[in-house]
């Protein structure tokens, strides 16, 4: 292992996210925009056990780089973020895989399994106020200023029940494809100085657990401090962005993906400076020079 990074950065990128499916995967249902399976990951001819793994199928290559990215950034930011992976499967592995799909293999975007707890599980399939809940919850746990900066940070408008889960230990936030909007729209010209501009100035429509803790009357400081605390990390992106490039996949399409999430991971890392302005700006925190008059 590299002994010239942080220990954690190293073992992050001592090799590219990229795994296969091992096996037919089992579809889940439930309210999902994108198709979504549950099976084991591996790396072929590498004997290591197979990793448990939701993947999802996403058509648009620009929501497979951000979710791939957000993911990464997300480790390094020791977030309360399953670890992300590209995964490539077999057609006839995929059970039910989209209409639009003609040929194989497929590249999905993979996330570490977290097991929901039973207990709560059952207590939400029976509780007909179940969303509210899992708000109350989540804004009086710790995760609340945390999630809140951090889908600040990644300009993550679709923060909702469905993609907040607690493991019995802690609550964990997932998918992100739908973050940092304006990129889907300026894909092809990312690497321009102005379209680069547009990214990092840009702000969600909504933040929806801040918007959730404002309404249960929490302390907008303490995501004020968490959003502080995430600003001291920029260097540590930074250096996964450059470790990323170094990355070498000789599938053309991989490393394309591969590729356009390192400048993501830049991107995020410059969203770090006004992060606490954007925050300030939702709390309507007033600015030093407002409070002077005439």
């Known amino acids: 292992m590299r002994t010239d990074l942080p220990a954690d950065i190293a073992a992050l990128i001592a090799r590219p996210p990229i795994y296969r499916l091992l096996g037919v995967a089992e579809k889940v249902h439930g309210k999902h925009l994108n198709h979504v399976w549950k099976g084991l990951a591996g790396v072929p001819w590498v004997d290591e056990p197979g990793i448990p793994v939701f993947v999802k199928y996403l058509s648009d290559s620009a929501q497979l780089c951000i979710e791939l990215a ?28 989209p209409s639009a799909v003609k040929t194989g293999p497929l590249i999905l975007f993979g996330s570490l399994f977290q097991a929901p707890d039973p207990f709560l599980a059952r207590r939400l399939s029976e509780d007909d106020r ?141 969203r770090l400076a006004p992060l606490t302005l954007f925050i300030e700006k939702r709390l309507d925190v007033p600015r030093a020079e407002a409070l002077w008059t005439e």
């Open 130 to 270: 179940a969303e509210d809940y899992i708000w109350g919850q989540v804004c009086s746990d710790a995760v609340g200023p945390i999630g809140a900066a951090w889908d600040e940070l990644v300009a993550n408008p679709d923060r909702h029940a469905q993609n907040l889960i607690f493991d019995g230990l802690k609550w964990w936030l997932f998918d992100h494809n739908l973050a940092l909007q304006p990129l889907s729209r300026i894909y092809a010209t990312l690497e321009h100085d102005s379209a680069q501009a547009r990214i990092v100035e840009h702000m969600a429509r909504i933040n929806q657990i801040l918007d959730q803790l404002k309404k249960r009357r929490q302390s907008g400081q303490d995501v004020v401090a968490q959003a502080d605390k995430l600003a001291r990390q920029a260097k540590r992106l930074k250096i996964l962005a450059i470790e990323m490039r170094k990355w070498e996949v000789r599938q053309p399409q991989l490393s394309e993906i591969l590729r356009v999430a390192a400048i993501i991971v830049d991107l995020i890392a410059l």
């Open 70 to 97: 957000c993911g990464l950034a997300s480790q390094v930011l020791k977030l309360p973020v399953p670890s992300p992976a590209l995964v490539v499967a077999e057609l006839e592995d995929i059970p039910s895989y």
